[in-house]
């Protein structure tokens, strides 16, 4: 992977004028450029409320391989700038902030994977999109939360699956179908930081909500929600529930939208909100209005791909895609 000279000389850091309206100014930059902004639901506030598309990694993926746009601003984490580069290699992807990474993605290096896999010659391999390009090239299947299930139950109840990176979103989808899928130890720092006794206190405190969780939670947290689904489909189901509280078990981010669609519901974070800010994840809270204004403006830090990774990288994205659209699944 080649990083530009501008972003490792820290241009990001350049100094700008507090009067400047960056909502138009962005709005103008995309015009201009032909740029589409695409970004994640854990990306903060005002990121999300200027943002062409927001949505989880099956929606962004399908949203960054049909763009016409000539830019592509990814506001999220490297490997979702990574997989919108697999997809789009004539165009320039742009990432507001180079070092935004992933703990889930960085728990399962492509070396150690490539050994670990190697072991296991008989077994498909299926990965969840939250990985590097280099784990994506050594897999035969990309999946993310929404399609991961679906994905597994699609295939012979006889053939062996390595699921990776994330042990606890394979292993939900194990009880579920009924699977030994091979798992990798990896783990997304996020959603094992919550806490069974305070989301329990926090269940006393508010009898009436639900608690709705990400599969990638640990089993515990899992078995206290009343329902468990990807972002979007958290998301989804807040707006058509009857309830009127929900405690919510995955990156606090996506709260804008649930109170934006439903203003009169309760939304609380499990944990709490509070000064740690332990449901926040680190590497999406790296992206800010300013990078994203500067990066759009420099066109730089720009996600570039050596080409037989890239083609490798993109052979199981593309089965994802094709199995999403046949499974009726995203837009």
């Given amino acids: 992977m080649k990083n530009s000279a501008l972003a490792e000389i820290g241009f990001l850091d350049i100094e700008i ?113 939250n990985c590097s390009a280099g784990i994506k090239a050594l897999s035969d299947i990309i999946c993310t939360s929404s399609n991961a299930q679906l994905i597994v139950e699609k295939l012979p109840k006889d053939q062996k699956i390595i699921f990776a990176p994330d042990k606890n979103l394979g292993g939900y989808i194990n009880r579920k179908s009924g699977r030994e899928m091979l798992l990798w130890n990896g783990a997304c720092m996020v959603h094992e930081i919550f806490s069974l006794e305070k989301i329990t206190k926090l269940k006393a405190r508010h009898p009436y909500a639900k608690v709705i969780a990400h599969p990638e939670c640990e089993e515990a947290i899992l078995g206290l929600a009343d329902f468990i689904g990807s972002t979007t489909q958290l998301l989804d189901y807040t707006q058509k529930d009857d309830s009127v509280a929900y405690i919510v078990a995955t990156e606090s981010g996506i709260l804008h939208k649930m109170r934006s669609y439903a203003p009169n519901k309760t939304f609380i974070a499990a944990p709490p909100d509070n000064a740690c800010a332990c449901n926040d994840c680190p590497h999406m809270k790296r992206n800010t209005l300013e990078k994203v204004y500067l990066c759009l403006k420099y066109e730089e830090p720009e996600i570039l791909m050596e080409e037989n990774l890239r083609l490798a990288a993109k052979i199981p994205i593309d089965r994802m895609l094709d199995m999403s659209r046949k499974l009726g699944l995203g837009k």
């Fill in 17 to 129: 004028d507090p009067s400047l309206d960056l909502f138009a100014e962005i709005n103008r930059l995309k015009k201009e450029k032909n740029a589409v902004i695409l970004a994640h639901y854990y990306q903060e506030p005002d990121i999300q409320d200027i943002a062409d598309y927001i949505g989880d990694s099956l929606g962004l993926a399908q949203n960054a391989a049909r763009t016409e746009a000539d830019v592509i601003v990814f506001a999220g984490v490297h490997f979702m700038a990574e997989t919108a580069k697999i997809l789009n290699p004539g165009k320039k992807v742009l990432l507001p902030d180079l070092k935004a990474g992933c703990s889930l993605s960085d728990s399962c290096p492509p070396s150690l994977f490539k050994t670990f896999k190697e072991k296991h010659p008989d077994h498909l391999v299926i990965s969840y999109i």
